[in-house]
């Protein structure tokens, strides 16, 4: 969901700056990058291991994060472009489609919402209720159960390395967007397929049902 249907990493760096600051850790907004793609809890447990840093606790801060998430969502969101294109063509070529996010579901339900696409979902999972989150497997491989589908039949659309990691542990193929300061990270090369858009995605899902076939940009 975050950076493939909502333009929400910028709001997520945004949000976790303050909220780290006012816990007393100091953060530039690049450094949030390098946890993109993890559930809250373990984004703030990876600050508390990398900077010996000691909030009132974990779940304290991850709130905090959540609450503000919130309000900017409802305020600020915008989708990403192709968004509609995308679901229109997943559907009108027999596609079931799922959401698999490493965010707490309060945000999945205030970005459906927002963008009025609740139903355009089928089964919609949330990290939260997982063992791990992202880059393990286990959100999607309960979005998958949920729906009754095979992970073979299955791709995924992801804009962050650990969400490819996540997709391909599921066994999943993999279409990787990323925006475009990463488009070159080379971390990508994992993934199935790489676009540029979800225009792009669009156009290409027509040919992406053969694994390994090239995917046009």
């Given at each position: ?7 929400s990493e910028p709001l ?9 600051a ?10 949030c ?9 373990e984004?703030?447990?990876?600050w508390?291991?990398k900077r ?8 304290v ?14 305020e ?13 063509a997943a559907e ?10 490493s ?12 963008f ?15 063992r ?6 286990d959100?999607?491989r309960s ?17 962050s390395?650990n969400?490819v ?8 193929r ?14 990508f ?11 792009a995605?669009?156009r ?5 049902r ?8």
């Amino acid at each position: 969901m975050d950076g493939v249907l909502v333009d929400s990493e910028p709001l997520w760096r945004r949000a976790e700056v303050a909220c780290f600051a006012r816990y007393g850790l100091e953060l530039e907004e690049s450094e949030c990058t390098q946890t993109m793609g993890l559930r809250i809890d373990e984004a703030v447990g990876y600050w508390v291991a990398k900077r010996s840093w000691s909030p009132p606790s974990v779940e304290v801060v991850a709130a905090a994060i959540v609450d503000e998430m919130e309000s900017r969502i409802r305020e600020e969101a915008t989708p990403i472009p192709g968004v509609e294109a995308a679901l229109d063509a997943a559907e009108a070529g027999g596609w079931r489609i799922g959401l698999a996010s490493s965010s707490p579901m309060r945000l999945i339900e205030a970005t459906l919402d927002a963008f009025r696409l609740r139903s355009r979902f089928e089964a919609c999972r949330s990290a939260e209720h997982e063992r791990l989150g992202k880059p393990h497997p286990d959100v999607y491989r309960s979005t998958l159960r949920t729906m009754g589908v095979d992970a073979r039949d299955a791709i995924a659309i992801e804009d962050s390395v650990n969400g490819v990691a996540s997709a391909l542990a599921a066994g999943m193929r993999c279409v990787a967007i990323p925006e475009p300061a990463h488009r070159e990270d080379p971390r990508f090369d994992a993934a199935t397929w790489r676009l540029d858009s979800l225009h792009a995605f669009a156009r290409s899902l027509p040919g992406l049902r053969t694994e390994g076939e090239e995917a046009p940009r």
